[in-house]
T-cell receptor, first 115, second 109 residues
Framework: DTGVSQNPRHKITKRGQNVTFRCDPISEHNRLYWYRQTLGQGPEFLTYFQNEAQLEKSRLLSDRFSAERPKGSFSTLEIQRTEQGDSAMYLCASSLGAGADTEAFFGQGTRLTVV | DAKTTQPTSMDCAEGRAANLPCNHS???????VYWYRQIHSQGPQYIIH???NNETNEMASLIITEDRKSSTLILPHATLRDTAVYYC??????????FGAGTRLTVKP
């Protein structure tokens, strides 16, 4: 078990381009979360999956953002027509269920810079 | 989920106990208190959680007041590697974690 893995670690893109990030959760973890974090702020919730079903989406997740978890394992987060305001760290977390004693494990994040 | 209030920053001397307060005066009966920390450039890391009893693990102790309106995370012997942002989160079981701005703890030699 190597923990939650996120790729790439860093991404620089030009404004208007599309980008896709990948998250590989800890195996058998059925819950997967995406967060966004800007400098000096705590992580902001974006969306989460229970297996392959996307159960909740934040208002922060505009129409340009889409997340998938097709087979209930890895997940992708795509941002279309990137804007400078999308520059942030994108964090993925996974957990085995969502009970009180459930610990969410976070990846190292993907740092996106839109120039 | 209930809102939490934490000091923006705190300092602690290496080897001393670090006591990080959190106010959650609107907490409801089914909400747990969780603490995570985030070391620079890494993802958040779970520390401890509790409902109403005090809890202790290998990393820290969590003291929750009897009325559950506040809590304190205690790092008994802070080291330089404990320098991080510490987040206090109140969560209903089944919901996701919602983070605030946290407390930036600086452990000084």
């Amino acid at each position: 078990d190597t923990g939650v893995s996120q790729n790439p670690r860093h991404k620089i893109t030009k404004r208007g381009q599309n980008v896709t990030f990948r998250c590989d959760p800890i195996s058998e973890h059925n819950r997967l979360y995406w967060y966004r974090q800007t400098l000096g702020q705590g992580p902001e919730f974006l969306t989460y999956f229970q297996n392959e079903a996307q159960l909740e989406k934040s208002r922060l997740l505009s129409d340009r953002f889409s997340a998938e978890r097709p087979k209930g394992s890895f997940s992708t987060l795509e941002i279309q027509r990137t804007e400078q305001g999308d520059s942030a760290m994108y964090l993925c977390a996974s957990s085995l269920g969502a009970g009180a004693d459930t610990e969410a494990f976070f990846g190292q994040g993907t740092r996106l810079t839109v120039v | 989920d209930a809102k939490t209030t934490q000091p923006t920053s705190m300092d602690c001397a290496e080897g001393r106990a670090a006591n990080l307060p959190c106010n959650h005066s609107t907490i409801s009966g089914n909400e747990y208190v969780y603490w995570y920390r985030q070391i620079h450039s890494q993802g958040p890391q779970y520390i401890i959680h509790g409902l109403k009893n005090n809890e202790t693990n290998e990393m820290a102790s969590l003291i929750i007041t009897e009325d559950r309106k506040s809590s304190t995370l205690i790092l008994p012997h802070a080291t330089l590697r404990d320098t991080a942002v510490y987040y206090c989160i109140v969560r209903v079981v089944g919901n996701d974690m919602r983070f605030g701005a946290g407390t930036r703890l600086t452990v000084k030699p």
